[in-house]
């Protein structure tokens, strides 16, 4: 059973691979576009969708065109911003080191927060978008939505924990492709838009005041479309030399790209009447109107799902990485920088696996009511990030001595200044007009996980005290004498074990102790004990009540109170099973008794183990000589 689990472990996740095969990836921008561009440019599929949406809620169709240039120019300022931010630090991974490092860990703390929340919520909007896409193709599976979102976590988490290192050009295909298809779309539907819809006009508000909320609101949820420029902030290691000069140029290059895209099917969408959510994502809604031939309608259809599963698929490894770097600030449980050996950061796989689940399940799978929580996390990034620029700006014009250099710099801070305002525009009208709509769960969600962060940092600098050695070295001192106990229910070969391994370690005293629950047995225990000769005195506790643990636990107790200073080692026969179902027959006592003992002070538990014939059938291994059956090694 052990090896076929360990054959079907390596058909699903890979072979494993050695540490030092591991050869970190440097790329050029053409490839590093495919690479890390598709968070940004899968935006497209549903950025779209929440700037018609918010604009129909409020009656402003016709102002659809306005706002998409004002979603455009946030894109577009964040973009200078951020790849001035990656030129200045290309080995930084994202907007965490930079906040940490300039601004101070409370901040980072605040910051790795929001992108672990926003990361989730990247997941959970991507696969949910995919799942509309996937209702568009095949309506009769509207009602199996959230089965279909679960199906396609449980395939992207299985092929992250396997660590499928990307095909660069599969990667290359997808983005490039989906690239194409939107210019086509776009550039066909500009030469048909006659045929369309008629353009509405914005409507006539009757005050001011409500125009300019609904307007607000529209470019705060189509900036959903700007969530991606960190996550390619956060690509500049694996950029190929001249790191800084290439992760911009990337940076530069995808955001531009994918605003033309939005825009282009923004204004398609004005232009031949798409609606908003509920008919599927705007931008297959606009192929359909557009293209009217069911094969290209397909392509439109596998090229915006591919594109969504490989931005999603591309979230789970930098949460991975950001829970690692938290974790490594103590931050979060240091189990999350441990790797498989297929080199995988399993712990934030399965933590952004499970997190998604949660919030797909809750949600329906339905990305409208999703789409409001997935801003507030990664605009919380953004303006702290840009705040930590504006810190090493100002730092270093007051370092500046060439004339060139203070206006550079100058400049820089000017447009990071102008990237956290904006940001910080769009996170306030985001939290302030979202909030019953789910914004405030995003809220929750990063301050519950500040709070659980700085809670976990406490306990381990607490767990850093204790675990110090003092000055004076008084805590390595060793202890006056060793005491040695075997626990023996049965004198059988696992019990000769236990005491052979016992005599071997030469106790100041050694005795073994059998607890008395039936008189008879015990009696034939004497007796047996007496034929073989062991050589150990044998300790008969009396049970009444049949406890188990009780007695043995006081009589260990009472050696240690008597020699406060002395270690007691005591040994524990132990069964080892080659069947799981195996494990529920034996070693229930036996792990409830050793849970005990480890609280009692200056006492070690050792587990002697013994193979039962089934796990010597699982795992044939040569082993030594029985100690059991040897000459006893203190004669």
Same mark, same amino acid.
């Given at each position: 059973?052990?090896?076929?689990?360990?054959?079907?472990?390596?058909?699903?996740?890979?072979?494993?691979?050695?540490?030092?095969?591991?050869?970190?990836?440097?790329?050029?921008?053409?490839?590093?576009?495919?690479?890390?561009?598709?968070?940004?440019?899968?935006?497209?599929?549903?950025?779209?969708?929440?700037?018609?949406?918010?604009?129909?809620?409020?009656?402003?169709?016709?102002?659809?065109?306005?706002?998409?240039?004002?979603?455009?120019?946030?894109?577009?300022?964040?973009?200078?911003?951020?790849?001035?931010?990656?030129?200045?630090? !290309?080995?930084?991974?994202?907007?965490?080191?930079?906040?940490?490092?300039?601004?101070?860990?409370?901040?980072?703390?605040?910051?790795?927060?929001?992108?672990?929340?926003?990361?989730?919520?990247?997941?959970?909007?991507?696969?949910?978008?995919?799942?509309?896409?996937?209702?568009?193709?095949? !309506?009769?599976?509207?009602?199996?939505?959230?089965?279909?979102?679960?199906?396609?976590?449980?395939?992207?988490?299985?092929?992250?924990?396997?660590?499928?290192?990307?095909?660069?050009? =599969?990667?290359?295909?997808?983005?490039?492709?989906?690239?194409?298809?939107?210019?086509?779309?776009?550039?066909?539907?500009?030469?048909?838009?006659?045929?369309?819809?008629?353009?509405?006009?914005?409507?006539?508000?009757?005050?001011?005041?409500?125009?300019?909320? $609904?307007?607000?609101?529209?470019?705060?949820?189509?900036?959903?479309?700007?969530?991606?420029?960190?996550?390619?902030?956060?690509?500049?290691?694996?950029?190929?030399?001249?790191?800084?000069?290439?992760?911009?140029?990337?940076?530069?290059? *995808? +955001?531009?790209?994918?605003?033309?895209?939005?825009?282009?099917?923004?204004?398609? $969408?004005?232009?031949?009447?798409?609606?908003?959510?509920?008919?599927?994502?705007?931008?297959?809604? =606009?192929?359909?109107?557009?293209?009217?031939?069911?094969?290209?309608?397909?392509?439109?259809?596998?090229?915006? *799902?591919?594109?969504?599963?490989? *931005?999603?698929?591309?979230?789970? &490894?930098?949460?991975?990485?950001?829970?690692?770097?938290?974790?490594? %600030?103590?931050?979060?449980?240091?189990?999350?920088?441990?790797?498989?050996?297929?080199?995988?950061?399993?712990?934030?796989?399965?933590?952004?696996?499970?997190?998604?689940?949660?919030?797909?399940?809750?949600?329906?799978?339905?990305?409208?009511?999703?789409?409001?929580?997935?801003?507030?996390?990664?605009?919380?990034?953004?303006?702290?990030?840009?705040?930590?620029?504006?810190?090493?700006?100002?730092?270093?014009?007051?370092?500046?001595?060439?004339?060139?250099?203070?206006?550079?710099?100058?400049?820089?801070?000017?447009?990071?200044?102008?990237?956290?305002?904006?940001?910080?525009?769009?996170?306030?009208?985001?939290?302030?007009?979202?909030?019953?709509?789910?914004?405030?769960?995003?809220?929750?969600?990063?301050?519950?996980?500040?709070?659980?962060?700085?809670?976990?940092?406490?306990?381990?600098?607490?767990?850093?005290? %204790?675990?110090?050695?003092?000055?004076?070295?008084?805590?390595?001192?060793?202890?006056?004498?060793?005491?040695?106990?075997?626990?023996?229910?049965?004198?059988?070969?696992?019990?000769?074990?236990?005491?052979?391994?016992?005599?071997?370690?030469?106790?100041?005293?050694?005795?073994? +102790?059998?607890?008395?629950? %039936?008189?008879?047995?015990?009696?034939?225990?004497?007796?047996?004990?007496?034929?073989?000769?062991?050589?150990?005195?044998?300790?008969?506790? %009396?049970?009444?009540?049949?406890?188990? =643990?009780?007695?043995?636990?006081?009589?260990?107790?009472?050696?240690?109170?008597?020699?406060?200073?002395?270690?007691?080692?005591?040994?524990?026969?132990?069964?080892?099973?080659?069947?799981?179902?195996?494990?529920?027959?034996?070693? &229930?006592?036996?792990?409830?008794?050793? $849970?005990?003992?480890?609280?009692?002070?200056?006492?070690?538990?050792?587990?002697?183990?013994?193979?039962?014939?089934?796990?010597?059938?699982?795992? !044939?291994?040569?082993?030594?000589?029985?100690? $059991?059956?040897?000459?006893?090694?203190?004669?």
């Amino acid at each position: 059973m052990q090896r076929f689990a360990e054959r079907l472990k390596r058909i699903v996740f890979g072979s494993p691979i050695a540490t030092d095969s591991a050869r970190p990836e440097t790329l050029r921008t053409r490839l590093a576009l495919a690479v890390f561009g598709a968070s940004i440019l899968s935006a497209v599929a549903y950025g779209p969708d929440a700037l018609i949406d918010a604009l129909e809620s409020a009656h402003q169709r016709g102002a659809i065109p306005y706002m998409a240039a004002g979603v455009v120019g946030i894109m577009l300022l964040l973009g200078a911003a951020y790849a001035s931010q990656v030129s200045a630090f !290309p080995n930084e991974r994202g907007d965490y080191g930079l906040v940490r490092d300039k601004l101070g860990r409370r901040w980072g703390v605040i910051t790795g927060a929001s992108l672990l929340t926003d990361y989730v919520f990247t997941v959970a909007v991507s696969i949910a978008a995919l799942t509309e896409v996937v209702v568009f193709a095949f !309506p009769h599976t509207a009602h199996w939505m959230r089965a279909i979102a679960l199906g396609v976590l449980a395939v992207m988490t299985l092929a992250n924990l396997r660590g499928i290192r990307d095909r660069v050009r =599969v990667l290359v295909t997808v983005w490039n492709g989906f690239l194409v298809v939107v210019i086509a779309v776009v550039v066909l539907g500009w030469l048909r838009r006659t045929e369309g819809a008629v353009p509405s006009s914005p409507a006539d508000a009757p005050e001011t005041w409500p125009l300019l909320v $609904a307007y607000a609101g529209a470019v705060a949820s189509g900036a959903v479309m700007a969530t991606g420029v960190e996550h390619l902030a956060s690509a500049g290691p694996h950029h190929a030399e001249p790191r800084g000069t290439r992760a911009a140029r990337t940076l530069l290059i *995808a +955001v531009t790209a994918s605003a033309a895209a939005f825009l282009g099917v923004s204004l398609l $969408a004005w232009t031949h009447g798409v609606s908003d959510f509920g008919n599927g994502p705007v931008v297959v809604q =606009v192929a359909d109107r557009v293209l009217r031939h069911e094969a290209a309608i397909w392509v439109v259809i596998v090229s915006v *799902a591919a594109i969504l599963y490989a *931005a999603a698929s591309a979230v789970f &490894r930098r949460f991975s990485r950001i829970s690692s770097l938290l974790a490594a %600030d103590n931050f979060l449980p240091r189990q999350l920088t441990m790797r498989n050996d297929r080199l995988v950061l399993r712990g934030g796989i399965l933590a952004v696996a499970v997190l998604s689940a949660v919030v797909l399940v809750a949600s329906g799978a339905q990305i409208e009511r999703l789409i409001h929580m997935y801003i507030v996390g990664v605009f919380t990034s953004v303006v702290l990030g840009q705040i930590a620029m504006v810190r090493w700006a100002s730092n270093r014009i007051a370092l500046a001595t060439e004339p060139r250099e203070s206006v550079a710099l100058h400049a820089r801070r000017t447009l990071h200044i102008a990237a956290g305002v904006v940001a910080s525009a769009v996170l306030i009208v985001t939290a302030t007009f979202n909030f019953a709509n789910g914004a405030w769960i995003a809220v929750v969600c990063i301050v519950v996980l500040v709070l659980l962060m700085h809670g976990i940092a406490r306990h381990y600098a607490k767990v850093r005290a %204790d675990l110090a050695v003092p000055a004076d070295g008084h805590a390595t001192a060793l202890p006056s004498a060793t005491h040695g106990i075997v626990l023996v229910a049965q004198l059988h070969r696992p019990a000769l074990r236990a005491l052979a391994y016992a005599k071997a370690a030469r106790h100041s005293t050694l005795k073994a +102790v059998s607890v008395q629950m %039936d008189r008879g047995a015990t009696a034939a225990l004497e007796k047996r004990w007496t034929q073989l000769e062991v050589g150990v005195p044998l300790v008969i506790l %009396d049970s009444p009540y049949r406890d188990l =643990v009780g007695p043995v636990l006081d009589y260990v107790r009472t050696l240690h109170r008597s020699s406060p200073r002395d270690a007691v080692v005591v040994y524990v026969p132990e069964y080892l099973v080659g069947r799981w179902w195996e494990q529920l027959l034996h070693n &229930r006592s036996t792990a409830r008794l050793r $849970a005990q003992l480890l609280q009692v002070p200056n006492v070690v538990v050792a587990a002697v183990p013994w193979k039962l014939e089934s796990a010597r059938q699982a795992a !044939p291994v040569l082993e030594p000589e029985d100690p $059991a059956l040897s000459p006893d090694p203190s004669t």
